[in-house]
């Protein structure tokens, strides 16, 4: 006998964004000893200048708490409120509990559906989509989508092609019922047969086998900088553009540009393959946060409408990319200005 219940679907948005950054900004100067390396090599090849670090007892948790408050409190709604919570990061110290479970209970709803995403620096915007498709099937009224990482704890300070690049913070979203389509089709992938590129290392497993812990490698990220330059460059155009076109639009229907803040340099390049125009606003948060990985799209979605309110409701293309190498790209109406 074929089930009989509400097939209708409704439209979603986002309500809100929400982001905190620690409060100990690190400049360039304080790296560049133990790499060798200079500010001015740093800026030029990323274009990053400062970033937040965590202090050692600011916990991943305790950062998503403090985004995932303001993202709620914009969006005029109370945690009880909220159906389901997707966090993405890969940096959360534990493989379960999950850390979206940890932070319900912090935030005063434990009963709420809860999950993690590993995703690396496309985290976001898969919980983007995942939170889209849960509202219009009227699987969850409103869900909260967090990317948060604590790099630092997981980042070499002698790498000298990564203890420059990564720092921490978070963003969330309020993702709720609409009465237009404001989220467009997201599009979505891999390019699995090059996930080495980026790596944790040593794995767990290893950590785990060591004689003693106290001897063991403490796992740390590494990557294989060309080549995720390259296909960052090459591949993640298209991906933008079929976004665009999926939700049936041109590149000059578009108010900003909001790419994972991986590099400038990628940044840029993104922007001329697609040829945005000039009117275009472009998300350059990489020069002050540093590749926050999951965190990354909802911290420079703030920034962004922070420095540039008038972009409040407007059209906007996400994309994020990174180890898998996996990536995820739509176009969302901005959240509203917020009253609260």
């Not at 809100?16 to 620690?22: E, H, I, K, L, N």
Request: hydrophobic share 45%; glycine share 6%.
């Amino acid at each position: 006998m074929a089930l009989h219940f509400d097939t209708s679907v409704r439209n979603s948005r986002i309500l809100s964004v929400g982001a905190y950054r620690p409060a100990r900004v690190v400049p360039n100067s304080e790296i560049v000893d133990r790499i060798e390396s200079s500010d001015e090599w740093i800026r030029q090849r990323t274009g990053i200048e400062t970033r937040h670090i965590a202090s050692a007892d600011e916990s991943l948790i305790d950062m998503a708490e403090a985004a995932a408050t303001i993202a709620l409190r914009r969006a005029g709604i109370t945690m009880e409120q909220v159906s389901a919570v997707i966090f993405a990061t890969i940096t959360y110290p534990y493989q379960a509990p999950s850390a979206a479970t940890e932070l319900i209970v912090r935030l005063g709803n434990p009963k709420a559906a809860a999950f993690d995403i590993s995703a690396a620096c496309a985290g976001f915007c898969y919980g983007v989509a995942l939170a889209n498709d849960l509202v219009r099937a009227k699987t969850a009224e409103y869900v909260l989508v967090i990317g948060g990482e604590k790099l630092s704890d997981f980042t070499n300070p002698d790498d000298r092609a990564t203890a420059f690049i990564f720092a921490d913070g978070a963003g969330a979203v309020v993702i709720g019922p609409s009465d237009e389509p404001r989220i467009g089709p997201t599009m979505w992938g891999a390019s699995a047969e090059s996930r080495d590129a980026i790596l944790m290392h040593p794995s767990w497993l290893d950590y785990k086998k060591a004689d003693t812990r106290e001897s063991a490698a403490w796992p740390d990220i590494a990557q294989q900088g060309q080549t995720v330059f390259r296909w960052a460059v090459y591949e993640m155009a298209p991906i933008g553009l079929k976004a665009i076109a999926a939700a049936g639009l041109q590149p000059e229907d578009l108010a900003a540009f909001i790419p994972h803040q991986a590099n400038e340099r990628i940044i840029d390049s993104l922007a001329r393959s697609m040829k945005l125009p000039e009117s275009v606003q472009i998300a350059r948060d990489i020069r002050t946060t540093g590749n926050t990985s999951a965190a990354s799209v909802p911290l420079a979605m703030d920034a962004l409408l922070s420095s540039q309110p008038e972009l409040h409701g407007k059209n906007a293309l996400l994309i994020g990319f990174g180890a898998g190498l996996v990536y995820a790209g739509q176009v969302v109406e901005l959240p509203p200005l917020p009253t609260k």
